[in-house]
């Protein structure tokens, strides 16, 4: 069984960067496949990217596109998901989550692990 730690969290200035990273242990890297999900404060989780298996594929949701990246390194067993140009509604609770679908999730898929989340606030 996979554990997922979350890291790269903070304050930051609207227009700012931040990359968070999904760091994995317990389980084998190629295992699974990874999604980022968000939650903002008295909402719903909202699906943000994700990666497939073997790092391939990739896919974003349209509101964030062209100011995120999701990556990995597999030598480092984490993911990463990198995040531009930040405006005062990123602001939420970032999750990384896993399953060993062979399938790139998406933003109906369901999940068999959950890191602990990292907290981005992005003031203006």
């Known amino acids: 069984q996979v554990q997922l730690v979350e890291s790269g969290g903070g304050l930051v200035q609207a227009g700012g960067s931040l990359r968070l990273s999904c760091a994995a242990s317990g389980g084998t890297f190629s295992t699974y496949a990874i999604g980022w999900v968000r939650q903002a404060p008295g909402k719903e989780r909202v699906f943000v990217a994700s990666i497939s298996r073997n790092g391939l594929s990739t896919t974003y949701t349209d509101s964030l596109k062209g100011r995120i990246t999701i990556a990995r390194d597999s030598a480092k067993n984490t993911w990463y998901l990198q995040m531009n140009s930040l405006k005062p509604e990123d602001t939420a609770v970032y999750y990384c989550?896993?399953?060993?679908?062979?399938?790139?999730?998406?933003?109906?898929?369901?999940?068999?692990?959950w890191g602990q989340g990292t907290q981005v606030t992005v003031s203006s």
């Open positions: 989550a896993a399953t060993v679908s062979t399938y790139l999730p998406g933003a109906d898929s369901r999940y068999d692990y």
